[in-house]
């Protein structure tokens, strides 16, 4: 295994004949990463084989999710959605084409919108990530959006909700008081397939003037 | 339903706390102990003869549990309907698996592994030699007399001929081909008409065209479209205690049972679904998805939970698509335009499995809505190599309204004859007549319909006179259209059944048996009996979406049934508890059953009262009807098994909806658009919209804006850009992800659009509403294609989709340059 990787976000993996396998599993024993299974990018020979590859990236490292530092493993080619999903048990962030074509897993990064479906895990290490279960305050009070959406019964099957709620967020932090338009290009790499995006519009509309409520205090 | 407090009121549906928070589970957030994860092989080819496959690399790689074959998987079985009448099995119905694909896309085989990494890796190692058989992707082409067929057996389903008086055959594959001189005019354009499978006719066609002072002969094509699903069948399945677990998306949790226990030959009662929500379906999963077998016999082979993502590509093969349709129309306009003569010939495009009915069942929505003096209605539906034709949102009265609504503007053009006034001047009226006659001589007819109301009040609402008035004048490169188009579905079934239990807590606990798609009627439809009951909608716990929880029969929620069907059967719930609660309290109270009233939350009468809290603990005591240990004779045996789980709790209400219905239930809406054209660039944008519907009492308002307005902008989406073309020299889609069929972004519809009710009700229904979610979207379609001939004129296009090169095309040139009837090649 290349031990020559340096990063102070990357737990060195281990060498000397103690397997990888068993390396994350003390270390889930200790409490100390994610203990959820690697669902997807389970440690079979198959890949454990791939990752052993001269050049491979270190797998364990530190993710800022929501507030929360977060310990997880990640295979070189995983995606943040997948994490998200399959290792930190955030299934609030839905992936409906897994190619940039709908924004239904859009999350912060570092306060910006980005299809989550799209982005390595491996290049947000030092970045503060963000979903839709983060948005609500530790008390259970709700976001301005959320509750805009709540009065409004915004959107239907909800698939893309989770996805529209965060571009929604994202784009106020930077445009505060968006017209109608102005709010509909902000949210414009969303799909609905239920489309009912007017209802949606009017739902994320009065989240943005709740947010300005808020704000005044 | 007068002075109402919950029905025709906003509230917040009890899913949406859940849904903003992220905490919604729909099927691939649900996680299980020792999961694996399912990989589908799917087939490069359009038709072909699986030779042999080799296994053994793949069987050799470590972490691979189970590989699954289409030998594997049961037989098709019959099924037996409520009436007790059985429907035998189709041996060529879609499988999940098949040794024989008949489309490019479809599913082969599949493997589970640990993983979806050494899942994909074994798909790749596993050797499938295919031995390519003929194809076809054009209808059009497979009628032809030379023309290739789709199965070996033929190009269209049919039944032998049997014996008069005795029953009809089983469904077979049968050849049929058109002679060469049916397709004399195919070179200019014009659909050919050879022999019809579906023939009907009313009136005198040919002294209707006789007597018109106009006749018009128009070919349109209708473009196929996929229903994107936003969520895939993704299916999720486990075994525990020869239990099947099934966490999958649907648009009925009851009903979708049946269909998981029909696949896998399973009693229903070792089948639990899981499905608390669902990311759309749009027809496409009207019963489930017969691929959810695959993880279910997966997991029975490896002893394990199995999880099948379905990929967005595999979606876009496996998920369905609404058939296009070729249609050629003969219209008669008296002077007045008065419609006196239609003879209408559709063509429709299937897979090579079920006929999906979009071409025979389109033109009596045209009957309906135009009420021609005289009709002919002829279809025909071929099957193609292509995939899984799937009802898709107001299927086949979409596809015939949009063939026939630009020849009506056509029309109204030539006549000189104002747009809403030719359609107010044609629209149904109260019982309207639809259809051909049935073997007695009679016609059906609707329940009611209020489309003229829905014109006037829609003329208003959208100003169309000013609108009208600078329509088609040009400023710089831009000119404006306005449109106008009807439409209509069905919009309502009957014969459900209603359950809830009140209990000494003084709750109203009420099982919901629909799906939910989001249209909210999974929770809309039981304020009707929490109404009824006068409990305060937050003393009401529902449950839906998880089949162990003792749900009653319930329609499926596609044809836009439900808040007809199922506000119908609370009401009768309701209305069972009432009398049961009124004689609860005259046998504690005195008195007669009758001096009772149901109020407040209260029993009483004569000045004597108790509340429902008390009635249900008394209702426990007496036992028998009132706790539901003695049920309705007539209730379905699903809904009698779940009463019988809930016996014994509480009063219970109970009932199966026998209230009488004059007529067939269908919705309306008319639909105004304007549009701005760029005649240099042949861009064009939806200035504005207006829907209004009619579809009786409104029970939730929020969600009703959200159907009739989403579902004019799915109609959009057959204008604007949406469609899927096929490759006839390989047979492959041409769209295999979505931005290849594009459906509308929230930039392509205009920023706000209106939406309102007539909200006048329904005479033939207890609570007067009926559905919604179909008949918005033709209107959504036609106004836009309406208002772009407004603006251009009517030698623009000849088939659906129109997009910017269509328009620019036909402008240069002075007249349409796109064949209509390779739409969908």
Redesign the interface.
Known sequence: MDMSHDDAQTTRVTPNGVSRRNFIKGVVAGGVAVS?A?????S????SGQAARAGSVERLLTLTVNGQSRRVDVAPQETLAMTL?YKL???????????A??G?CTVLVDDVPRYSCSVLTHSVRSKTIQ???G??AADGT?HPV?RG??E??G????????GF?MATVGYLKKHPNPT??EL??G??G????????????TALERGAAISREVARG | MADTKLVGQ?Y??PD??A????????A??F?AEG?L?AKLLLSPVPHARVRSVDTSAAEA???VRAILRASELPEPADSVTDLGETIRANPKAERALTDEPVYAGEAVLAVA??????AA?AIEAIQVEFEPLPFVVDPIVSLRPDGPNAREEGNVWGRPQTAPGTPPGPLEVQTLKWTEADFAEYDQGKMPMGKPQVEWEYGDVEAGFKSAVLVLDETFSVANNQ??????RTALAYWQNGKLFMHSGTQSAVQTVASISRWLRLDPKDVVLITE????G?GSRATGSVQCMIPALLSKKAGAPVMMRI??EEEQYIGGIRPAVHGRVKAGFAKDGRLLAVDMYTIGENSAYEAQGDAASGSRFVSLLYQPEAMRSRAITVLTNTPPRRAQSQPGGLQAIMIFEPVLAKAARKLNIDQVVIRRLNAPEGKAKLGPANREGQRGYATSSFIKQALDRGKEVFGWDERKARSGQRVGSKVRGVGVAVSSFVAGSVGFDGLFVIKPDGKMYIQSGVGN????SVFDVHRVAAEMMSVPWENVVLAWGDTSQNLPWTCVSGGSQTTHAMSRAAHAAASDAIAKAKEVAARTLGGSPASYQVAGGRVSGGGRSMTLAEVARKAVELGGKFDGHELPENINKVTATSATALAGQGLMGVARDTYPRDGTSFSFVAGFAEVEVDVETGAYRVVDYTAIGDSGTIIHP??Y???L??????GM?HALAQKTVYDQHYGLALAT???QSR?????D?P???K?EALNIPDPETPVGARGIGEPPVAAGACAILNALSDALGDDVYRRAPVTLDTILMALEHGRPMQEPLTANI
Not at chain 1, 44 to 47: C, E, I, K
Not at chain 1, 89 to 96: F, I, R, S, V
Request: some cysteine; glycine content about 10%.
């Open positions: 959820s690697a669902y997807l990018f389970r079979s020979p198959l890949v999903r048990g955030l299934t609030g962030t839905k992936l409906g084409c897994d190619r074509e709908c239904a979903t839709i279960e948005l609500a709700l959320q959406v709540l409004e019964q959107f239907q099957c909800a698939f893309c909700m989770s709620i109608r338009e509909a290009h949210v414009s969303n799909l609905c397939r239920c489309q009912d995006y007017d209802k949606i519009l | 906003n917040q549906t949406l706390l849904k903003v928070t992220g905490k919604s589970k729909y691939e957030d996680r999961m994860f790689m470590p972490g592994a640990v993983d979806e990494e050494t890796a229903h994107h699903v936003l969520e895939p929500y669902t990311g759309g749009f990929t967005r798609l989001g249209t909210e929020r969600a804006h959200g159907q307005m989403g579902r004019s902008v799915l989406g992800r979505m931005y459906p509308p972004t929230i930039l519809i920023r706000n659009m939406g």
